[in-house]
């Protein structure tokens, strides 16, 4: 696999689409707004981080719950313990069922299993219907964004890609953009024998399923197709209805800075006798994934996310890369942090280095997961693979900060050797690993006099 | 009253009249400052890139040259107050002995502005200034809730500012981010300068070295004229 630096030097060769910068900035301009119309915001936060830290610190109970109350409502439950136990039960209940074709809410935890190429080579067509997702999918590309999936195109870009891919005129026109996709799709969804979502919160009271969408391409992928697969992070379970709405009420606000989704759905099991719609079964699948290894972890932290998506809109690192360059569908600050604790540290410690460590994340995120320090956790655990060269000098810096004595006569050398190197106090070219840094801005020499020795020579010891 | 000087060992070596700036700040404010000699480095940059037992060797010689002294410990650099404030305490919690040592400091350690502003009151002499404007630099600012306290300093100096666009939004420094990462260090920093080139301003000013090392070495490689310039100097006037 490519590194993170890597991806990130091929993403500005190719150059950053504009788009992401100001979608990103938008959505958290957007937030900001909406905090400061909620007043009771900070304590909702508060409750929200509260309600997820017991979850997390219960979840075997929890989960139990959810699972037994799920079933009750009629509903069938599968634990997956990775992503292949997951795909492989989907397929299989699509094998069973003669599915051809299944049509699909946005989710990042399908992301994260792959499901969609699992299906398609077995024989099943997977369709995403979120139009974001719609357009990622013709793009060929995973998304970019948990929440703007197509955050990196712009509407020219689409649409080009819908005169490639679907056939029709072009128009760069959103409305009539939009029109398209609602065409195109249309008979998709009235055809699928199968709709498959995420789940936003899965409550352990009465076994229900909320899903918040903004196209209500939620309701006909969960209401139309006979059989529903909903696929859940074991993580995501609230309590109780109550405890659901205090998730909702950060929920959208940290996300788009809506009061509320346009679309909640609660899915409480399959169609019962004498209603008239909803699908005749009702799967929810239940991925852990690596999520149970954090469990009585500093790692645990990363269960509390709801993917609202506001730290990666906050962040200055995402805004200036987009998604693709993480490598992983967990993208952003939080994704820093949830992958490598997902999928292992050793393939993934670049990401955690990759952060200033600025605390915008921190600031707005709805559950106050303290991401700084799991970053720099993380970083403290992969120390060994950095780079041998700024480790040779952090370790050499360390020690030589232990001897104030012969730190100060080094810095007093260093002062002269500055002077002589420098031109007008400044240093243009450095060799080694601070050639990052005069690669891109200049250094200023050490000053030709210490201020501990102008303490010592004005004011005496 | 004394108050010790915790002059951080980029300004010990970088930027030593930014110390005398402090100390001329201080005094003008009544405190007699004192300069513990042994100290170096507070450890953070080793703490942020995960190098613990490294921090810990320096929290541990921070902390035996601090704890022996008096009065409130002032630092002027919200990245390093915010080290001793947050971080040490927790870094040393497991240190037999250090523990207490790191609460104790902890508690006595303050940040320039925040210092300024609550505990000195002091009156700001007015200052000739160029047209300045302000960086909050993140850790100050997250960890510290350094907001308003730089500004009310300026004001009060009668420093005539402009409001920076994204004042709060990180200049790509991050320590050994900037090494480790220099594109994504260089793109933030870019986005940074445009801002202060748009702002119109003569003067950018910050309450961390670090932060505006990382501007002002941009701004020269770039060959823009505008003076980067700590807010203890910019507060304190010509030094001696």
Not at chain 1, 176 to 182: G, T
Not at chain 2, 150 to 178: H, Y
């Amino acid at each position: 696999m490519t590194t993170f630096r890597e991806r990130i030097q091929e993403a500005f060769a190719e150059g950053v689409p504009i788009s992401i910068d100001l979608g990103s900035r938008g959505r958290h301009e957007h937030r900001v707004s909406a905090a400061a119309a909620f007043p009771q915001m900070e304590e909702m936060r508060d409750r929200a981080r509260t309600i997820r830290a017991e979850v997390v610190a219960s979840l075997d109970e929890q989960l139990g719950r959810f699972a037994d109350a799920a079933e009750r409502a009629g509903s069938t439950v599968f634990f997956a313990a990775d992503a292949t136990e997951a795909r492989e039960y989907i397929v299989e209940l699509a094998r069973t069922e003669r599915v051809t074709r299944a049509v699909k809410v946005k989710s990042m935890v399908t992301e994260e299993i792959d499901l969609n190429a699992a299906l398609e080579s077995a024989g099943v067509e997977a369709i995403e219907t979120d139009l974001g997702e719609f357009i990622v999918q013709l793009a060929g590309q995973p998304p970019a964004h948990f929440i703007a999936p197509a955050i990196h195109k712009d509407r020219y870009e689409i649409a080009d890609l819908f005169v490639a891919e679907l056939g029709v005129d072009y128009s760069d026109d959103p409305v009539e953009l939009n029109n398209i996709a609602r065409r195109h799709l249309r008979p998709r969804f009235l055809t699928a024998e199968m709709g498959i979502s995420g789940v936003n919160f899965g409550v352990a009271a009465d076994g229900s399923v909320a899903l918040v969408t903004n196209e209500g391409n939620g309701r006909l992928c969960t209401t139309a197709p006979r059989i529903h697969v909903a696929v859940m992070g074991m993580e995501r379970v609230v309590p109780t209805r109550a405890d659901l709405a205090v998730m909702l009420e950060v929920l959208a606000r940290s996300a788009t800075g809506q009061s509320l989704s346009s679309y909640t759905n609660l899915v409480t099991g399959p169609r019962r006798s004498g209603e008239p719609d909803g699908p005749d079964q009702l799967h929810v699948v239940i991925v852990d994934n690596g999520r149970s290894a954090t469990l009585g972890s500093s790692a645990a932290e990363i269960l509390y996310c709801i993917r609202c998506g506001a730290c990666l809109n906050t962040c200055p690192v995402y805004r200036h890369l987009g998604g693709h360059p993480y490598g992983s569908v967990y993208a952003g600050p939080i994704g820093k942090v949830v992958t490598p604790s997902l999928f292992g540290l050793e393939d993934w410690h670049d990401l955690p280095a990759t952060s200033s460590l600025c605390g915008a994340c921190e600031e707005v995120c709805p559950v106050r997961i303290d991401i700084p320090r799991l970053l720099v956790e993380l970083r403290r655990q992969s120390v060994d693979r950095s780079t041998p060269a700024v480790r040779r000098s952090i370790r050499l810096y360390a020690s030589l900060t232990t001897r104030p004595r012969l730190f100060r006569l080094l810095t007093r050398v260093a002062a002269r050797l500055g002077r002589l190197w420098s031109r007008d106090g400044w240093l243009r070219r450095l060799p080694g690993v601070l050639g990052n840094w005069t690669q891109h801005r200049d250094l200023p020499a050490p000053a030709p006099e210490t201020f501990s020795d102008w303490w010592r020579r004005n004011r005496g010891a | 009253m004394p108050v010790q000087l915790f002059v951080t060992c980029l300004v010990n070596s970088l930027y030593p009249d930014v110390g005398k700036a402090t100390v001329a700040l201080l005094e003008r404010a009544g405190f007699h400052v004192e300069f513990p000699m042994d100290q170096t480095c507070c450890g953070q940059p080793a703490y942020n890139g995960g190098y613990h037992n490294e921090a810990i060797d320096q929290a541990r010689q921070t902390l035996d040259v601090l704890d022996v002294t008096k009065g409130p410990i002032v630092v002027p650099s919200g990245s390093c107050a915010a080290m001793l404030i947050h971080h040490v305490p927790e870094l040393v919690a497991a240190e037999p002995g250090y523990a207490a040592k790191a609460t104790r400091v902890a508690a006595r350690t303050r940040e320039l502005t925040q210092f300024l502003v609550e505990e000195a009151g002091i009156d700001i002499r007015p200052v000739r200034c160029a047209l300045a404007t302000y960086h909050a630099s993140c850790h100050g600012l997250r960890w510290l809730g350094v907001v308003a306290e730089p500004k009310t300093l300026l004001d009060d100096a009668g420093v005539e500012r402009v409001e920076l666009d994204g004042e709060d939004e990180c200049c790509g420094f991050g320590g050994l981010f900037s090494i480790n990462v220099p594109e994504v260090s260089a793109a933030m920093m870019d986005t940074k300068l445009d801002r202060i080139e748009a702002s119109g301003a003569d003067i950018v000013t910050g309450v961390d070295v670090a932060c505006l090392m990382h501007i002002g070495g941009g701004l020269r490689r770039r060959g823009i004229p505008i003076a980067v310039k700590h807010i203890a100097e910019v507060l304190a006037g010509d030094p001696e």
